[in-house]
């Protein structure tokens, strides 16, 4: 299928809410039903960054999908723009779609994942568990830095599509054969409407603040060759670990840092069991 009509089709079995953002409102899609499961997405995306796992995990949960303030389909959070601030704007949100005694599973993705904890600190007993996946926000960097390719001033669609395929190569999908017409074509729409600058903002040091402060249980969902932590996932663990004694961490094999993507069965199992292991 086509990969505009293959998300469209998804899209189209989401019921759509609407919670105030800034001065507008940010969107939000939900599937399934029963317990609620929030998932956050990275930075630069969208609800799109799920699209391989919705329908599967709402077959389970009520699965409730923002496009995050700034990004997607979501207006910009009113200034300053801080991890905290957006934080507010979606842990409102999220508490006007829970039903009165409902508590959250929250599953944040890379940029995400900072602002996921920080939601959960701020939604206090409300959030259950807090699943971090390739999350930024934890102060930890790597030796090199992950330069990225220009995309925004080339000539034409065509040099400007090469350039997202070959910075979801760089990022996101360790295996370059595993990107696909609809992973670049997502990667596509979702750079071209960012507005808010969330790369940077991923690197505010806040979950370690956050995490002792929460109440949600916390679990680490990594993928094994995820270049964000390449030769850190070991502390990344133990920073976890200390932050939180008994929290768990995964690794699965082979995938990149779009791990919920690159490798979405196996990443919906794992999220699915750990889930059950918190009931």
Same mark, same amino acid.
């Given at each position: 299928m086509d990969p505009a009509a293959l998300a469209a089709d998804i899209e189209s079995r989401a019921e759509i809410r609407r919670t105030p953002c800034g001065t507008g409102s940010m969107v939000w899609r939900i599937w399934g039903r029963g317990a609620p499961l929030a998932l956050l997405h990275g930075g630069y995306g969208s609800w799109t960054h799920w699209i391989r796992n919705v329908e599967r995990l709402g077959r389970h949960y009520r699965v409730l999908v923002p496009d995050l303030p700034g990004l997607g389909d979501s207006d910009m959070p009113p200034e300053p723009d801080h991890p905290e601030k957006i934080a507010e704007v979606v842990a409102s949100g999220l508490l006007s779609l829970l039903e009165a005694g409902e508590t959250a599973d929250i599953a944040g993705f890379s940029f995400g994942g900072l602002i996921g904890g920080l939601v959960a600190e701020q939604i206090a007993t409300r959030a259950r568990t807090l699943v971090l996946a390739g999350s930024g926000g934890l102060g930890i960097r790597r030796g090199a830095p992950i330069e990225l390719v220009t995309w925004r001033d080339?000539?034409?669609?065509?040099?400007?599509?090469?350039?997202?395929?070959?910075?979801?190569?760089?990022?996101?999908?360790?295996?370059?054969?595993?990107?696909?017409?609809?992973? @670049? =074509?997502?990667? @596509?729409?979702?750079?071209?409407?960012?507005?808010?600058?969330?790369?940077?903002?991923?690197? @505010?040091?806040?979950?370690?603040?956050?995490?002792?402060?929460?109440?949600?249980?916390?679990?680490?969902?990594?993928?094994?060759?995820?270049?964000?932590?390449?030769?850190?996932?070991?502390?990344?663990?133990?920073?976890?670990?200390?932050?939180?004694?008994?929290?768990?961490?995964?690794?699965?094999?082979?995938?990149?840092?779009?791990?919920? =993507?690159?490798?979405?069965?196996?990443?919906?199992?794992?999220?699915?069991?750990?889930?059950?292991?918190?009931?």
């Open positions: 080339l000539p034409d669609e065509t040099a400007r599509r090469a350039a997202h395929l070959e910075n979801l190569a760089i990022l996101m999908i360790a295996d370059r054969a595993n990107i696909d017409d609809l992973a @670049v =074509y997502l990667q @596509v729409r979702n750079a071209t409407r960012a507005r808010l600058r969330s790369r940077l903002l991923s690197r @505010v040091p806040a979950l370690p603040t956050a995490i002792p402060r929460m109440s949600a249980k916390l679990h680490g969902l990594w993928g094994e060759r995820d270049i964000t932590a390449q030769g850190v996932l070991d502390r990344i663990r133990q920073l976890l670990q200390s932050l939180q004694p008994g929290a768990g961490f995964t690794v699965i094999p082979r995938a990149g840092h779009w791990v919920q =993507y690159e490798a979405a069965e196996e990443f919906c199992v794992a999220l699915l069991a750990l889930l059950r292991s918190r009931a």
